[in-house]
């Protein structure tokens, strides 16, 4: 049986004239997909922005394996290994696939890059979840999906235990959108739990545990 490992209690947050999450409690399961669906306005956003540190809440209490969780920032959060796929991506074009993947995390002697076991370990991931994309590659060659690809895998790399997807298929192909479900329900092999974010319930029946 799969244990708790996101707890949501009474979550609330209020602009000036605008309550725009409701008191809000849910459970995520380790090592599943737990979809949540809700049309543009329905606070989604706003949810995911809490649970990554962008904004504060007003009320309520997170839980992240029975424990007290707060995110300061996006930094913190991923520190605390919660990770998010924007529908902005963050990826910069004029790196390699390798360059965005250690991004902030390069061992560098006299000036060259050196082939750590973080890096290492940060290819062997892409390439355990798409083969087809060599580390050498420049990002601005690659397709939305696959660049989705790349965030997924320095997220997984970094052994995020959530990753959070915001209608990651808005920009993409019913041939790369059946790819990128194949990874995403290949993630709960790799200990990695994902919220999944959409509006297209014919999405949330596909690939959906809760």
Excluded at 66 to 72: E, H, I, K, L, N
Aim: aromatic letters at 6%; proline letters at 2%; charged letters at 25%.
């Amino acid at each position: 049986m799969s244990s708790v490992v996101l707890e949501i209690n009474n979550l609330t947050k209020e602009f000036p004239g605008l309550r725009a999450v409701d008191d809000v409690s849910f459970n995520v399961l380790k090592n599943t997909v737990h979809c949540l669906v809700g049309e543009n306005g329905a606070g989604k956003s706003t949810l995911i922005k809490i649970l990554t540190g962008a904004i504060a809440r007003t009320s309520g209490s997170v839980l992240m394996n029975g424990d007290q969780y707060v995110a300061r920032n996006p930094r913190d959060a991923k520190q605390k290994g919660v990770s998010t796929l924007f529908q902005e991506l963050n990826v910069v074009d004029q790196l390699t696939v390798e360059e965005n993947l250690t991004l902030g995390m390069e061992d560098t002697w006299f000036g060259f890059l050196r082939k750590t076991d973080k890096i290492r370990k940060m290819v062997d991931v892409l390439q355990s979840i798409e083969p087809s994309i060599s580390p050498g590659q420049q990002v601005s060659s690659l397709s939305v999906a696959q660049k989705q690809i790349v965030e997924i895998a320095r997220a997984v790399a970094s052994e995020s235990e959530i990753i959070i997807m915001d209608e990651p298929t808005a920009a993409i192909s019913e041939e790369e959108t059946q790819r990128l479900f194949r990874i995403i329900k290949s993630l709960k092999e790799k200990n990695v739990t994902v919220i999944y974010i959409s509006h297209r319930l014919d999405e949330i029946f596909e690939l959906g545990d809760y």
